[in-house]
């Protein structure tokens, strides 16, 4: 009984390895939202509104994208896991297509984005920049703070 507990929740573990292999997209959305929070300071023409919108309508599409695909991959791994002897290769194939999927929703979004920041103006782009400086040194000093909470010395700085 103890083995097939232990298979079990090896399998469990493993599945929601590949689960969370498949969803994840390389942090973008962190990004987006930096900017979007200064929005106002960039004083868009009317051509930039436009490029926005639709680089926010595919941000969101990509986002929809990952939560969907992360939802079938979970319900498939549930109904696999239910099995006498799930086929975890099979998942890691579903995975590894969810992962593709994800990708290339994130980069389609990410080159509307990147395409928008062309059209910036110098000034456009100093406050893009300074909103996304701070953004990184609040997430360096969150993780900081806590690898200090798990008693981790801090990362040397160079």
Same mark, same amino acid.
């Given at each position: ?20 292999? %498949? ?11 930096? !900017?979007?929070? !200064? ?19 595919l941000a969101k599409t990509a986002h929809e994208t990952a939560r969907a695909n992360f939802s ?13 002897? $799930?086929?975890?290769?099979?998942? %890691? ?11 290339a929703a994130h980069k389609t979004a990410r080159d509307a984005w990147l395409a928008l920041y062309?059209?910036?103006? $110098?000034?456009?782009?100093? !406050? !893009?920049?300074?909103?996304?400086? %701070? ?18 010395? $801090?990362?040397?700085?160079?």
């Amino acid at each position: 009984m103890r083995s097939l507990f232990r298979a079990s929740l090896f399998a469990a573990l493993f599945g929601m390895g590949i689960l969370g292999y %498949a969803t994840t997209a390389p942090a973008m959305g962190s990004s987006l939202w930096q !900017v979007a929070k !200064v929005k106002d300071q960039l004083n868009l023409n009317t051509s930039q509104q436009m490029q926005w919108n639709n680089a926010l309508a595919l941000a969101k599409t990509a986002h929809e994208t990952a939560r969907a695909n992360f939802s079938q991959l979970q319900t498939a791994m549930q109904a696999e896991l239910a099995k006498p002897e $799930p086929d975890l290769a099979s998942m %890691a194939t579903a995975g590894d297509a969810a992962r593709l999927q994800n990708e290339a929703a994130h980069k389609t979004a990410r080159d509307a984005w990147l395409a928008l920041y062309a059209t910036f103006s $110098p000034e456009q782009k100093t !406050v !893009v920049a300074g909103a996304l400086k %701070a953004s990184m040194e609040r997430e360096q000093q969150r993780q900081q703070s806590h690898r200090m909470n798990r008693g981790t010395p $801090p990362a040397s700085a160079n």
